[in-house]
Structures are given as structure tokens and as C-alpha cells.
């Protein structure tokens, strides 16, 4: 009946605090760290960073998950080049404009596929990812195999120019927090709680007058649409979008990404996607590229079969475990 | 050339012949998922990666041992159906009592892990593999030449797919398998001995997809994606033909590639996308799919 | 964008603060790098498909091919040691434009070579223009790097589109072969390629009957083999590379297409002539700017590569190696690697090498040289397995690569 993938708690209200100063501390790492790394290597963490928080709000918080959120990052980053390259807009504006377009894709798929569960509902939106990527690979505007070449990283507000990089290095960590903050709101609400409600009971939520398939299709779209700003934030980083963007390995590695972090933890798909954008980088391009493949699968089989809390979820359960058992011992 | 209506025949016969080839392949693919789903409710996403083994399997035994294609055609499906059953007893049982979702990622993981190595190994463009001499050639059908491999391929690939089916559907064997399906404590209480069963129906879905590579070694490169693009075609199929029939995997998997040779005779373009969009409309009007059962 | 706009200011400041400082040290080092070597090296990076379609053409064998030009040299410049790197691109943009951006942004990388399909040059070209670092295109045809384009900083070295269809289309045109029908690798490869050599076609008096665009690694040709046998054509032009091309004639071949159509090879790199039975391939005519056995130097050479690679060199191989030694010289004759400096250099002193014969790197960036119309020699008449070819004529740069085009117009 309903999927339910075993949960790590969300924050507690008690920890909410302690989330907040982890959060002013890691944003000033952020502020400070293009000093000391190469800002393209921070910008494509933080864009996949995005990705997988968008992610995990299916997969954490509502419990099913999606094997097509390629489609989503390939179209922000599409319809954004192409809005950038022939209209002319402002980065801010052609971030909007993908990150809308990938909204309303995500509003199409959920239709077709939020009613189907748990395995089923993986096969359909990669199914439907699928028909996105054959659709991009033909579409002229996308330049197919060639990818969407030169998109202009343009000046932010008509004012700042974002082809330096550290420029753009802050506007990607504007973008980020964004996005990390709309994921916060949404889990933190009255809106959040019923998606938890669903995720733990479907049955129950049903039967307390929730409509449930409503309150899953918002999710997916607010899901896509981050997804979305992410895909159009990295194809303004790189001044390309590709097909790559839209592969369903793509997909895959998303999921790696929040399970390896740990869904349903708010930091989780952020930790995750540092260590595999690190192990990546370590790779691409030498001979050891197709280690990556096999890194990848490894990880993947180790997380199913005795890691599936991830990093963030196995350290919170124990810091949890500590807390609690210091308590008792007063 | 011979025209009806506009439309070139020998044209559209033609790619009618080659959907039904890749039909082929589909069936039998669609139909090692069907299998093991229906045992084990798992989608097991490494069948496209044990398809691509098997035609590695057979390219290395030709190469480094000397094995022919017939011997390869009986070994190589074995050795596959071996290796799945070692999954299956490793990997996929110690989370058996999991969500189903787990061993999706985990056959995912095992998909990559093979992918990965292969193309390590072997690079990834494709090595070739010669047709066995006793089917080389072709016969001149009037409206195409058809090459002989391609007709032995439509050929094994019915037959195996109809013994599969009479096996599940009309055997003693096949009502143990379909009990199991419908409920495994009480086949167990019957005293039969539904973890070997499980094993054994993996390793033959398995076999299957080995089967496929073999087939395939000849007329496909042997590359280490070969599996990975042919597999997420074969799932939609399986969403669209459904999830509780045999003979539905079977027939949707024929229907398709036929579909699919239409499609590149009206309008190429669209081709590689036309098994997703028949999939969206049976999601729209039929969403269990052509034969499902799942409500 | 609205709800959150105190840290992204807070940002913006120090990107500001950040920015000028940053720019104040570029014009520092910009003031110093007219003259002598950045990072007192020379850094050479071989981006390539290493081991996929394209692997066998260029691949592990550009980076042998690259050192073997820096061995030649001496293995310093100026005296100063050469560094080669190497990644492989897999064929895809954006993989390729982002290790070219690292490999220059932040490794100090000076010049990139090997660069085979045309897709993933566009995008590293666009990042190494910018920079204003040297690109010596050795693997690629797309003939945009010298026309729409180009820049003062691609070397366009070992062949384009244009060179291939005037020299194997023409000769099939006055044969009397006028119904053309293609296979086309779809991406700016292929289209360039077709593109050209439809212009040949069609002011020849010929007609192109349709064609069917396949995409890049594909590996079963059997429906397009089939359009292209209701096609009624005289001539199957296959405008694809690599592996493509190897499983496209075979494609043919099984289905009979070759018994009624005249195949050919648009661009046939040594390595896929020697892949495919030499029943299929024998006797088909085809352009290539180097064969092996045409002298005694480039005997010489082949023998050197052969014995360190096991592999027959292709045109794309000894491009990589002539490229890279005509790099290295122009930077030992301006003691400086500035893009600027050693492209001006480059184009003033004529390329001569095994490879380049009666050469000159044009002011578009194109390099102009001897090409070859070959005939690929059937299995009866080859003495050993690299005995491909036969040389018919010799193609003067000038009549291959044709005039330079308006288009390119860059000071």
C-alpha cells in the first residue's frame, strides 16, 4: 500500500535553534570559501547542493521517489540559456524563467504520475524523464548533441557582471540559500506536517479529510521548480547546458546523492552532494574516470544495505542517542 | 518499387521487420522483469546490465577460450542466471523484508558497479563479435533482404518467450510459481521450499536478459551501455503492458518494437520517443497498464 | 528573490571588495606576461574521447603522439620543462568545457590539443577564447572554427569537412554517380559535413534523394541502411567517424546495401579502415591529409609510434604531434607562451614537418596543406595488416582547403 522508506526524525523543535547557528556558520564558510577553493568547483557543489535538497523533499518528506528529476534540472538550465541567449534577460530573470518552466513540467508529471506508488511511480517519472531527454535531443533549440553553447552569464540586476567568478560565485550561494530556505519553510509548516502525515500513513491522512494527491502534486512542483533554479543556476556557471543535464543517470545520481547525505535530514542531501561532486572531480577526466561508475555503485549497495540513514541521519541518531542518555543520567 | 497510397511497401515492410528484431529483444527482456517482479515485487534494474554481461560474456569466451556462439548460446544464459542467483542470496535477500524501493537502488548500484568495470576494462565503444558462419547470409524476401542472424533472432526469441509462458501459465511448476506470487507463508506451509524457488525464478529472469546478450553480440557492438539505454525502453513497457501478466510483458514487448518500425518509417523524429508517448496515453486511460491487475 | 535579500547584499559587498582586488592583480600579471613563460612552465593539455567512438581515431594515442613532439623537442622550452595532461571528454560538451575551464582558470594550462568531435571543440572553444589561450584542433572537422567562429586563436591543423568533400565527393560527381543519399552523425560534425558536401553535389549538377541523421554511438544501423536502400540512390555517403562509421558500412554490408549502391567514406581514419574486412572496404576512394607509408619520414615516425603504441597512427595523431611541435617553436622563437604572441608566430613560420608538406597556417586559423585522394587496397593486394592504401594523387592545400572565407574576420 503506501511506500514508506524508514525516516529519520526531522528536527525537533528543540534542535531547531542549534539548526539556525549551523546555518549562520556554514553561510559564512560559504562567504568566505572562494578565497581558498577554485569557485567553479564551490558553484557546481552548490548547484547540485540545491538539486538534491529539491530532491530529498520527495523522497524525505514525502516518501516516494522520483527517478525523473533530471528532466527538471535539464529544463531550468534549457529554457533559461535560451531565454538568456535570445531575450536578452538578466541572470535574476532567466533564473525565474527556468525555474517557472520547470514548475509547470513538474505540475504535468506529477498529473500523470502522483497516483502511482512507490516502485511503480519510480518507473513512470523516469519513463516521462526519459521522453524529456529524446525530446531535448531532437529539439533544435537545445543544439541536441552539441549542447546549448555560449549562454551569456550576463549582468546581475543590469549591474554587477557575472563573468567574474567570484561574482557569480555569490550569486550561486544567493541562489543556494534560496533555495535551502524555501526547502526549511516548506518542511517547517502546517503544509510540511501533513506531507509527514502522508509519508508515515497514507490511509489515516486520507480518512482526516486530507486530500492527499493535492497535497503530493504541490509538493512535486515545488520539488521541480528548486530542482529547476538549480539546473538554470549551473547552466549560467558553465555557459552551457547539455544533454548530460537530462540523462537519467542524472536522476540517479541525485538519489545517491540524498541517500548517501541522508533523506529526510535537512543537511543530508547537502553533505551528500559535497562527497560525490569531491569523488567526481577527484576523477573526471583521467584514466580512473570509469572508477566513478563503479565508486558510485559501490556506495549505492553499501548505503541499501547497512547505511540507510547516511551521514547526517546516522550522526544525528547518535548525538540523539548521547543527548538523551546524559539526560537519563541526571 | 512497389507503392500504395504514397506509401512506399518495401519501405515500411522493411522497418516493420526491424521493429519486429528489436521487438524481439524487448519481449525478452520485459518478460526476465515480469518474472522476477511477479516473485519478489522487485524491479530489478540491473537486467539491462546482465543483458550487456551476457554479450560481454560470450565476446570474452570466443575470444580468450576459443567458445563458439552455440555453446555460448547454452553456457553464457547459465552463467548469468549463476551470477543472479548470487545477488539474489547476497544482496537483494538481506532486504527482503525492506520498503521495495531499497532494492530497486541496490539493483541500480549493482547496474553501475558492472557498467563501470566493463567500460574500465574494455573501453566504452564497442567491441565486435562475428556472425557464426552457419547463419550468415540472407534470404531475399522480395520487398528486403532479410540477413539470417536477424530471422534466427526473431525466431529463439518467440520460442523462448512461448516456453517460458507455457511453463508459467499451464505447469505444476508454474501454479508453485503463481501461488508464490499470490501468497508465499501459505506455498511454504504446502512444504515447498519458496526461498529456492525465489533464487531459482531470479536466476532464470536473469538468464533471460543473458540469453538477450548473446542474441544480441552479433548484431549490437558489445558495449558496455548497451544495456543502460535498452533497459528504461523496457520498463516503459512494462508500465505499459502492465505488471501481472507473462504473456503481457510478452506481447507488449512485440507490439512496441512493431510501433517503434512504424514510427521510423511515418516520422523518424520521433522514433526513440514514441514507446513514451504510448506510455503517457495508456497512464492517462488505463493507468495499471494493457494487462495489469494492479488496481 | 524578494524574501531574502539581506545575505545575498551582505555578498554582493565582498564580491565587490573581492572583485577589485582580484582585477587589480590580473593587470598586474597581465602587465608581466608579454614576455617569458606563466608559471615558468609550458603546460599542454590532450582533451579527448579516450576510449568510446572516437577512442581509436585520436583517444590515448593523441597524448603519445603529443609527447612524442615534446620528446623531439627536447623536453623544455626556453629552458623551461613541457608538461602534458590529458582527459577524456567522452564526446560530451559539457564535460570537455569544463575541464578546459579548470585546466586553464585554475592550473595554468597554455595551449589544448587533440579535440576530436566538433560538439565538444565549439565549447572548449568558446572558454579558451575568452582566455585567449591556443586550441590546435587535431581530431575535429566542423569547418565553423575558421568561417562563423573563428578566432586568433584556433589552429584548425588536421582536416575539415570542406577538404573532405571536395576531395571525395568531386571525383565520384565526374564518375557519373549523381543520386546521393546520406548518413549523417547527428551532431555539428555531421551536419557540417553534409552540409558541404550537398553544396558540391548540388552545384555539380547532382541531387541529394534524403538522408537520415543517426545519433552519435550508434550501434545498430539496420533502419537507416533501410531508408537508404528505398532511396534509390547511386551513392551512400556516410558522414560519420570513428565507430560509427565502422558499424554503419557493416550495416550496409548486412543488409546487401553495398551490392547496390556505391558506399563511401566521407571521413575514414586509418584505424577504421584497418577494423573493417577488407572485402567491404577494398577499393573504396577516400581524402586523408596523411598516410604512413607515403615517405621515408613519415615511415620513420610511423615505425616510432607503432613501436610505442602498438596502434597504426592516423591523420589525427600525426596533426597532434605536427601541431604540438609547431606550437613549441613559435614559443621558443617569441620566448614567451602569450596566446597572442605565439599564434601571430605560429602563422608567420611555415609548418614543416613529416606531417605538413608545402604548409602554412593561414591568418583564419585554418592550416593549409598537401591532402590525399586514397584508394583503400583490397585483401589480395595488401602485403601486411597497415598495408591500407594506395595513393592516387596528391590534393594541393590550396585546391583542398579552398579560398579563405569573408566570414572570419577578426583583427
Known amino acids: 500500500m503506501t511506500t514508506q522508506i524508514q525516516m529519520n526524525a526531522v528536527t525537533q523543535p528543540r534542535q531547531r535553534g542549534l539548526t539556525l547557528i549551523l546555518i549562520l556558520g556554514l553561510i559564512s564558510v560559504g562567504l568566505l570559501a572562494p578565497l581558498v577553493v577554485y569557485p567553479v568547483f564551490l558553484m557546481k557543489f552548490l548547484c547540485f547542493a540545491l538539486f538534491a535538497c529539491a530532491f530529498n523533499l520527495m523522497l524525505g518528506f514525502v516518501g516516494m521517489l522520483s527517478f525523473g528529476h533530471a528532466a527538471f534540472l535539464a529544463t531550468g538550465g534549457y529554457i533559461t540559456g535560451y531565454a538568456m541567449t535570445h531575450f536578452g534577460l538578466t541572470p535574476e530573470l532567466g533564473v525565474l524563467v527556468g525555474t517557472l518552466a520547470s514548475a509547470i513540467l513538474g505540475f504535468v508529471f506529477g498529473k500523470l504520475s502522483v497516483k502511482r506508488e512507490g516502485i511503480y511511480f519510480a518507473m513512470v517519472t523516469l519513463a516521462l524523464a526519459q521522453l524529456v531527454f529524446f525530446f531535448y535531443l531532437q529539439a533544435d533549440f537545445t543544439g541536441g548533441e552539441n549542447?546549448?553553447?555560449?549562454?551569456?552569464?550576463?549582468?546581475?540586476?543590469?549591474?554587477?557582471?557575472l563573468n567574474d567568478n567570484l561574482n557569480m560565485y555569490y550569486f550561486v550561494l544567493a541562489v543556494f540559500l534560496l533555495g535551502f530556505f524555501v526547502v526549511y519553510r516548506t518542511v517547517h509548516s502546517p503544509f510540511g506536517q501533513v506531507l509527514k502525515?502522508?509519508?508515515?500513513?497514507?490511509?489515516?491522512?486520507?480518512?482526516?479529510?486530507?486530500?492527499?494527491?493535492?497535497?503530493?502534486?504541490?509538493?512535486?512542483?515545488?520539488?521541480?521548480?528548486?530542482?529547476?533554479?538549480?539546473?538554470?543556476?549551473?547552466a549560467l556557471v558553465f555557459e552551457l547546458e547539455s544533454l548530460t543535464d537530462a540523462h537519467w543517470h542524472m536522476s540517479g545520481e541525485v538519489v545517491l546523492m540524498t541517500l548517501l547525505g541522508g533523506m529526510g535530514t535537512l543537511f543530508g542531501p547537502v553533505v551528500g552532494a559535497a562527497i560525490v561532486i569531491a569523488i567526481s572531480t577527484l576523477f573526471s577526466g583521467g584514466e580512473l574516470g570509469n572508477y566513478i561508475h563503479i565508486i558510485m555503485g559501490a556506495i549505492f549497495v553499501m548505503c541499501v544495505l547497512s547505511f540507510r540513514r547516511g551521514v547526517v541521519g546516522e550522526f544525528q541518531r547518535v548525538m540523539a542517542r548521547n543527548f538523551s542518555a546524559s539526560r537519563v543520567g541526571k | 518499387m512497389v507503392t500504395f497510397m504514397g506509401i512506399n511497401l518495401f519501405a515500411l515492410l522493411g522497418q516493420l521487420l526491424v521493429g519486429l528484431i528489436n521487438g524481439s529483444f524487448y519481449a525478452l527482456l520485459a518478460l526476465g522483469l515480469a518474472i522476477i517482479f511477479g516473485l519478489l515485487r522487485i524491479i530489478n534494474f540491473a537486467q539491462g546490465a546482465l543483458y550487456m554481461l551476457g554479450a560481454f560474456l560470450a565476446w570474452l569466451a570466443l575470444h580468450h577460450l576459443g567458445v563458439n556462439y552455440w555453446l555460448a548460446l547454452v553456457l553464457v544464459p547459465l552463467a548469468v542466471a549463476a551470477i543472479g542467483m548470487l545477488i539474489e542470496r547476497w544482496l537483494v535477500r538481506p532486504i527482503a523484508g525492506q520498503d521495495h524501493l531499497y532494492s530497486l537502488l541496490l539493483t541500480?548500484?549493482?547496474?553501475?558497479?558492472?557498467?563501470?568495470?566493463?567500460?574500465?576494462?574494455?573501453?566504452?565503444?564497442?567491441?565486435?563479435?562475428?556472425?557464426?558462419?552457419?547463419?550468415?547470409?540472407?534470404?531475399?524476401?522480395?520487398?528486403?533482404?532479410?540477413?539470417?542472424?536477424?530471422?534466427?533472432?526473431?525466431?529463439?526469441s518467440l520460442l523462448v518467450c512461448a516456453a517460458s509462458w507455457w511453463v508459467i501459465e499451464k505447469t505444476r511448476l508454474g501454479a508453485y510459481l503463481r501461488a508464490g506470487t499470490e501468497n508465499p507463508a501459505l506455498l511454504q506451509a504446502f512444504g515447498v521450499n519458496v526461498p529456492l524457488m525465489i533464487t531459482l525464478t531470479f536466476g532464470f529472469g536473469v538468464g533471460l536478459a543473458g540469453l538477450a546478450g548473446v542474441l544480441a553480440a552479433p548484431v549490437y557492438s558489445v558495449s558496455p551501455d548497451m544495456g543502460a539505454n535498452i533497459l528504461i525502453v523496457v520498463f516503459a513497457i512494462v508500465v505499459i503492458g502492465g505488471m501481472g501478466s507473462i504473456g503481457g510483458a510478452i506481447l507488449t514487448g512485440l507490439m512496441m518494437g512493431i510501433i517503434e518500425g512504424l514510427t521510423k518509417y511515418f516520422y523518424p523524429e520521433a522514433s526513440t520517443t514514441v514507446i513514451f508517448m504510448v506510455m503517457v496515453l495508456v497512464l492517462l486511460v488505463k493507468p495499471s497498464g494493457l494487462f495489469g491487475k494492479e488496481a | 528573490m524578494k524574501r531574502n535579500t539581506n545575505t545575498p547584499k551582505a555578498g554582493f559587498k565582498l564580491a565587490l571588495h573581492c572583485s577589485v582586488a582580484a582585477l587589480m592583480s590580473v593587470a598586474a600579471l597581465s602587465a608581466q606576461a608579454a614576455t617569458g613563460l606563466s608559471d615558468n612552465k609550458v603546460k599542454i593539455g590532450v582533451l579527448a574521447d579516450?576510449?568510446?567512438?572516437?577512442?581509436?581515431?585520436?583517444?590515448?594515442?593523441?597524448?603519445?603522439?603529443?609527447?612524442?613532439?615534446?620528446e623531439d623537442f627536447g623536453g623544455s622550452v626556453l629552458g623551461k620543462p613541457i608538461e602534458v595532461v590529458s582527459a577524456d571528454d567522452q564526446n560530451k560538451p559539457d564535460l570537455g568545457s569544463a575541464k578546459a575551464r579548470e585546466w586553464i582558470e585554475s592550473e595554468g594550462v597554455d595551449a589544448i590539443n587533440g579535440l576530436v568531435a566538433s560538439s565538444v571543440v565549439g565549447a572548449v572553444a568558446q572558454v579558451a577564447n575568452v582566455n585567449e589561450k591556443p586550441i590546435l584542433i587535431s581530431g575535429a572537422g566542423s569547418n565553423t572554427f575558421t568561417t562563423k567562429t573563428c578566432s586568433p586563436f584556433n589552429a584548425h591543423w588536421t582536416y575539415d569537412v570542406v577538404a573532405l568533400a571536395r576531395g571525395t565527393v568531386k571525383p565520384l560527381m565526374d564518375s557519373g554517380k549523381k543520386k546521393w543519399f546520406f548518413i549523417t552523425a547527428d551532431y555539428a560534425f555531421g551536419h557540417a559535413l553534409e552540409g558541404v558536401a550537398t553544396g558540391i553535389i548540388e552545384s555539380n549538377g547532382g541531387t541529394v534523394v534524403g538522408s537520415a541523421r543517426?545519433?552519435?554511438?550508434?550501434?545498430?544501423?539496420?533502419?537507416?541502411?533501410?531508408?537508404?536502400?528505398?532511396?534509390?540512390?547511386?551513392?551512400?555517403?556516410?558522414a560519420n567517424a570513428g565507430k560509427d562509421f565502422v558499424n554503419s558500412l557493416k550495416g550496409a554490408a548486412e543488409f546487401g546495401l553495398n551490392q547496390q549502391a556505391t558506399m563511401v567514406g566521407l571521413l575514414v581514419f586509418a584505424s577504421d579502415t584497418k577494423a573493417i574486412d577488407a572485402d567491404i572496404i577494398g577499393d573504396m576512394r577516400l581524402t586523408t591529409g596523411f598516410y604512413w607509408d607515403r615517405d621515408d619520414a613519415s615511415r620513420a615516425w610511423a615505425k616510432r609510434f607503432v613501436d610505442r603504441t602498438g596502434a597504426i597512427p592516423t591523420m589525427a595523431h600525426a596533426g597532434a604531434y605536427s601541431s604540438t611541435l609547431h606550437y613549441l617553436k613559435a614559443i621558443k622563437a617569441t620566448g614567451t607562451d602569450d596566446g597572442k604572441a605565439v599564434m601571430a608566430q605560429m602563422k608567420a613560420e611555415k609548418p614543416d614537418d613529416m606531417f605538413a608538406r608545402n604548409a602554412a597556417l593561414r591568418a583564419d586559423g585554418r592550416m593549409v596543406y598537401d591532402m590525399y585522394q586514397v584508394r583503400v587496397k583490397k585483401g589480395s593486394e595488401r602485403s601486411n595488416p597497415n598495408d591500407l592504401y594506395e595513393i592516387e594523387h596528391v590534393i594541393p592545400g590550396d585546391q583542398a582547403f579552398g579560398a579563405m572565407k569573408p566570414e572570419c574576420n577578426f583583427k
Open chain 2, 108 to 156: 541500480f548500484g549493482i547496474a553501475l558497479i558492472l557498467q563501470g568495470t566493463f567500460s574500465h576494462l574494455f573501453g566504452s565503444s564497442g567491441q565486435s563479435y562475428p556472425i557464426p558462419d552457419a547463419l550468415k547470409g540472407g534470404y531475399n524476401l522480395g520487398f528486403m533482404y532479410l540477413p539470417v542472424y536477424r530471422a534466427w533472432i526473431i525466431l529463439v
Open chain 3, 214 to 238: 543517426a545519433p552519435l554511438g550508434t550501434t545498430d544501423y539496420s533502419s537507416f541502411v533501410l531508408q537508404a536502400m528505398s532511396s534509390g540512390a547511386d551513392v551512400v555517403a556516410l
Open chain 1, 147 to 161: 549542447g546549448m553553447q555560449g549562454i551569456p552569464r550576463g549582468e546581475l540586476f543590469g549591474l554587477i557582471d
Open chain 1, 197 to 234: 502525515a502522508i509519508r508515515e500513513n497514507e490511509p489515516r491522512a486520507v480518512s482526516l479529510g486530507y486530500s492527499v494527491g493535492n497535497y503530493k502534486l504541490l509538493a512535486f512542483v515545488i520539488s521541480a521548480a528548486l530542482a529547476g533554479m538549480a539546473g538554470s543556476t549551473k
Open chain 3, 50 to 70: 579516450m576510449s568510446g567512438t572516437y577512442g581509436d581515431l585520436c583517444g590515448r594515442h593523441c597524448v603519445d603522439a603529443v609527447n612524442m613532439a615534446v
